[in-house]
């Protein structure tokens, strides 16, 4: 079992940065593949990046590639979502996931947070 946690998201301005953090309970963080989906109102939830187990592999949804950069640190059990030069059509509830098989369809992760609002005004 394994509890996930977002914190990080807020009230910004576009152009401006934001970092996501995911911590997660359980000892076996670290067997799991995690990624970040969000959604906003009136949409599906769209995968956002993705990263392996161990960190060596990522990936990225075509609009964020180049802005966002997905990391973990095992050891902390936390996962991060560094998020710059921001854009309004950003703005979403972020949620980050947990599997043992990683993908883009939100389908195949077995656990997830609560969520975390990221507002981005021009």
């Known amino acids: 079992q394994v509890q996930l946690v977002e914190s990080g998201g807020g009230l910004v301005q576009t152009g401006a940065s934001l970092r996501l953090s995911c911590a997660a309970s359980?000892?076996?963080?670290?067997?799991?593949?995690m990624a970040w989906f969000r959604q906003a109102p009136g949409k599906e939830r769209e995968f956002v990046a993705r990263i392996s187990w161990s960190g060596g592999s990522t990936s990225y949804v075509d609009s964020v590639k180049g802005r966002f950069t997905i990391s973990r640190d095992n050891a902390k059990n936390t996962m991060y979502l560094q998020m710059n030069s921001l854009k309004t059509e950003d703005t979403a509830v972020y949620y980050c996931?947990?599997?043992?098989?990683?993908?883009?369809?939100?389908?195949?992760?077995?656990?997830w947070g609560q969520g975390t609002q990221v507002t981005v005004s021009s």
């Open positions: 996931a947990a599997g043992m098989v990683t993908g883009r369809a939100p389908s195949l992760y077995d656990y």
């Open positions: 359980g000892r076996t963080f670290s067997s799991y593949a």
